[in-house]
């Protein structure tokens, strides 16, 4: 078992930044994958980012692709997402979600059995 606390998100003008954090506990072996999804109202839940267990490999969806980075600080279990010149569009309620089996690099949000209870993120414009 896995838990995932997330934390960071406000309300924020566009154009400014903010940065999440997700602290993993319990069972989190090594070659885990940790990601960022999000979801807006009447929306289906995205992949914005993910990163390999050793904080190298890192990938992004193409809308966030240049303006939002992904760290993962493996001996803490921590992942952050800083998030530069947001838009109105990415208001949403962002999870953090983790995946024990090292699929979902991809994306796809059903390789991740592990999910945080998110945090809302509004960006005014």
């Known amino acids: 078992q896995v838990s995932l606390v997330e934390s960071g998100g406000g309300l924020v003008q566009a154009d400014t930044s903010l940065r999440l954090s997700c602290i993993a506990s319990?069972?989190?072996?090594?070659?885990?994958?940790m990601s960022w999804f999000r979801q807006a109202p009447g929306k289906e839940r995205q992949f914005v980012a993910a990163?390999?267990?050793?904080?190298?490999?890192?990938n992004y969806a193409d809308s966030v692709r240049g303006r939002f980075t992904i760290y993962r600080e493996k001996a803490k279990n921590t992942m952050s997402l800083q998030m530069n010149s947001l838009k109105p569009e990415d208001t949403a309620v962002y999870y953090c979600?983790?995946?024990?089996?090292?699929?979902?690099?991809?994306?796809?949000?059903?390789?991740?059995?592990?999910w945080g209870q998110g945090t809302q993120v509004i960006v005014s414009s």
């Open positions: 979600a983790f995946s024990s089996t090292g699929l979902g690099f991809d994306g796809r949000a059903d390789h991740y059995e592990f």
């Open positions: 319990g069972r989190t072996f090594a070659g885990n994958i």
């Open positions: 990163v390999r267990w050793r904080g190298v490999e890192k």
